[in-house]
């Protein structure tokens, strides 16, 4: 499975964007990133996933390298109800694996 | 309705009890998993069921049973549960386990083992 690496934690003022690093260096060509979050003791929410190109919808942005092994999840202002943990998953062998995360604590 | 309901939210039982968590989805997802979440910890992927067969088992004890009664329901039997088997427990589904899509989670079952 690709394993993925994420900062363990990390602020970010309120209206402001957010950008959420993720390292994936031994991904393979066809596994996609996906990126889900989890707010506190509630069921993981889908946010958004991506193969090569750039993802956009409703939530946030997604960029991928060139090289695609790493990435970065763009909240373009976050609220303070999007203090949650942030996972970046690549999608392997049939299989969701989560990792660490990032805790992302959006303050005032 | 992308809505993937759990029953019950909360569940306390003795290590000698037989009970069940109920998971359910009407998206016509064919792909269905148990996932095991402690306290502070990412969750940890048990079962992935697909098309009411299972296909991955993680090296889950077998007092944790999965069950697939239909393309709707996952069902996980407990029996002889220890206390470091309390933990949030996950239903999802998605698409088909080999279509890229998003997975839906539910809230999840609380057990408590006393």
């Known amino acids: 499975d690709a394993k993925t690496t994420q900062p363990p934690s990390m602020d970010c003022a309120e209206g402001r964007a957010a950008n959420l690093p993720c390292n994936h260096s031994?991904?393979?060509?066809?596994?996609?990133v996906y990126w889900y979050r989890q707010i506190h003791s509630q069921g993981p929410q889908y946010i958004i996933h991506?193969?090569?190109n750039n993802e956009t919808n409703e939530m946030a942005s997604l960029i991928i390298t060139e090289d695609r092994k790493s990435s970065t999840l763009i909240l373009p202002h976050a609220t303070l109800r999007d203090t949650a943990v942030y996972y970046c998953i690549v999608w392997s062998d049939y299989k969701l694996s989560f990792g660490a995360g990032t805790t992302v604590t959006v303050r005032a | 309705d992308t809505e993937v309901t759990q029953t019950p939210k909360h569940l306390v039982m003795g290590m000698t009890n037989k009970k069940s968590l109920k998971c359910e989805q009407h998206?016509?997802?064919?792909?269905m998993y148990w996932y095991k979440q402690k306290a502070k910890k990412p969750p940890e992927l048990m079962f992935v069921y697909s098309y009411e067969k299972l296909s991955i088992n993680e090296s889950v004890p077998s007092r944790f049973s999965p069950e697939c009664p239909n393309s709707s329901l996952l069902n996980l039997h407990l029996h002889a549960l220890q206390p470091e088997d309390s933990a949030l427990y996950l239903c999802?589904?998605?698409?088909?386990?080999?279509?890229?899509?998003?997975?839906?989670f539910g809230q999840g079952t609380r057990l408590t083992v006393v």
């Open positions: 999802a589904s998605s698409q088909e386990i080999s279509v890229v899509t998003e997975a839906f």
């Open positions: 998206m016509g997802h064919r792909a």
């Open positions: 031994t991904i393979s060509g066809n596994e996609y």
């Open positions: 991506g193969l090569k």
